[in-house]
């Protein structure tokens, strides 16, 4: 009889220094095991409300699971729904492995970076660990497309087994209900699903169709399987998880490569772009940034009107010249540009909508906190209670094009009860590189 141990964690979200404890507390357990432990991450290490993550887009957090000695990772949709596929091969890098992800892909092959699978030794027993994530249904106009789940876990399955693997784990970032889906599917062909996504703490892990496991969120939980493999067999014995103390002993050598990151990040922002006359921002009304904003938005994608809520930006622009640590500042946001063309009606709803104290006030969850303000706009403006584009009154029998971000044209920014039929979200620029080439270019 052959042992097998699976630490494992999911969704730290930028977390740093609460990894660094996980991960302290994982190196303790493999320095004292007398069998294989391998170390798998269950997805959305990314997070944009903190800075570093935000600001390296992501591959901070890869640096750090690489030091946290992580033998296996997949890509959550924190870093793929704000960046889309380009970022895989700088997590592919930073990992020192690919991510393993094998149910969405491009052009009909694999994303770039990625592999569909892994396969470990760890000790005599070899695992092979198969990466699956959220449908790209989430992934807007990335260009991803996604392959039948069910059949990609199949095949996988079937290629690991066939290139030996003793023990079959599937690294999901589809969250718990799919998981349980999958295992009564997957009976037979799959061993253990180590899950993430829905932030789910399964304490006695799950057993479905096939054991399920999943630790919660943040790094507060080390999850700890033990697997039993005799004579092709293979027994899940145990699933349990450890809370993770917030005061404890950190690993040194996350701290290290976080610091490290942050060094890299800072020379990278320290760079001059160019020139700024100066812009003021009020979180209300948005000032001068969030018209220079638009300004950008509209000389990347020309359109009638630009628009922006100023919960977009974080600050202004001295006079001067603009490094991009001061870009940055004023929008660290990874929102894309997106186009569309809207009726005379539709634009004046949506200008008047805008203006209100109402929508100004709301502050949905994805703006971790913030307010959208009043909604911006650069060739329009509203006069006496009348929207006007180019000076003249809009017209509802006419058509106008708007060119704005996500949030402002899609139905979560308030503004329409329905997508326009053009929308366009143009993908993978976000806000800081769109503003950072109209600079350049001015």
Not at 22 to 46: C, F, N, T, W, Y
Not at 273 to 300: C, E, K, N, V, Y
Not at 332 to 352: C, E, H, K, W
Request: aromatic share 6%.
């Amino acid at each position: 009889m052959t042992t097998l141990e699976i630490l494992h964690w999911n969704d730290v979200h930028g977390r740093y220094a609460a990894l660094a404890r996980a991960s302290h507390r994982a190196k303790q357990i493999r320095a004292e095991a007398e069998h294989p432990v391998l170390l798998m991450d269950g997805g959305d290490i990314e997070e944009s409300s903190v800075r570093l993550s935000a600001l390296s887009y992501g591959t901070s957090g890869w640096r750090a699971l690489r030091a946290a000695g992580v033998d296996v990772a997949v890509p959550g949709n924190g870093g793929l729904m704000r960046y889309g596929p380009r970022v895989l091969p700088r997590y592919a890098e930073a990992l020192g492995s690919p991510p393993v992800l094998a149910n969405l892909g491009v052009d009909g092959g694999l994303l770039p970076g990625v592999a569909p699978y892994r396969l470990i030794d760890a000790g005599e027993v070899r695992v092979g660990v198969i990466g699956i994530t959220v449908p790209a249904s989430v992934y807007g106009s990335f260009g991803m497309q996604e392959f039948g789940l069910f059949q990609c876990v199949d095949r996988a399955a079937r290629q690991v087994r066939r290139e030996g693997a003793d023990v079959v784990v599937v690294l999901s970032h589809c969250g718990v209900d799919l998981d349980r889906a999958l295992s009564w599917d997957a009976r037979g062909a799959v061993d253990l699903i180590v899950g993430g996504h829905t932030h789910t703490l399964l304490p006695d892990g799950d057993r479905a169709g096939l054991p399920i496991v999943q630790a919660g969120n943040y790094a507060e939980h080390l999850g700890r399987v033990r697997v039993q493999i005799e004579d092709g067999r293979v027994e899940v014995v145990s699933m349990t998880v450890e809370e993770i103390a917030s005061g404890g002993p950190q690993d040194p050598a996350v701290l290290q490569e976080v610091s490290a990151a942050e060094c890299d990040l800072e020379q990278w922002l320290a760079e001059p772009i160019g020139s700024s006359q100066g812009a003021d921002f009020d979180p209300l009304t948005g000032g001068g940034a969030a018209r220079l904003m638009a300004a950008a938005l509209l000389a990347r994608h020309p359109a009638d009107v630009g628009v922006i809520f100023p919960a977009q930006l974080d600050a202004g622009l001295s006079t001067g010249v603009v490094r991009r640590c001061d870009l940055w500042a004023l929008t660290s946001s990874p929102a894309n540009a997106a186009t569309a063309t809207v009726t005379g009606a539709q634009l004046r709803r949506m200008a008047l909508s805008g203006a209100t104290d109402e929508n100004a006030a709301r502050s949905p969850r994805f703006l971790r906190g913030r307010s959208f303000g009043k909604l911006v706009m650069v060739g329009a403006e509203i006069t006496d209670g009348e929207v006007l584009v180019g000076g003249e009154r809009v017209r509802d029998d006419r058509v106008y094009r708007v060119t704005g971000c996500d949030i402002e044209l899609s139905t979560y920014g308030g503004l329409f009860t329905a997508e326009p039929d053009d929308l366009v979200l143009h993908t993978p620029d976000i806000l800081p590189e769109i503003l950072e080439a109209y600079l350049v270019g001015t």
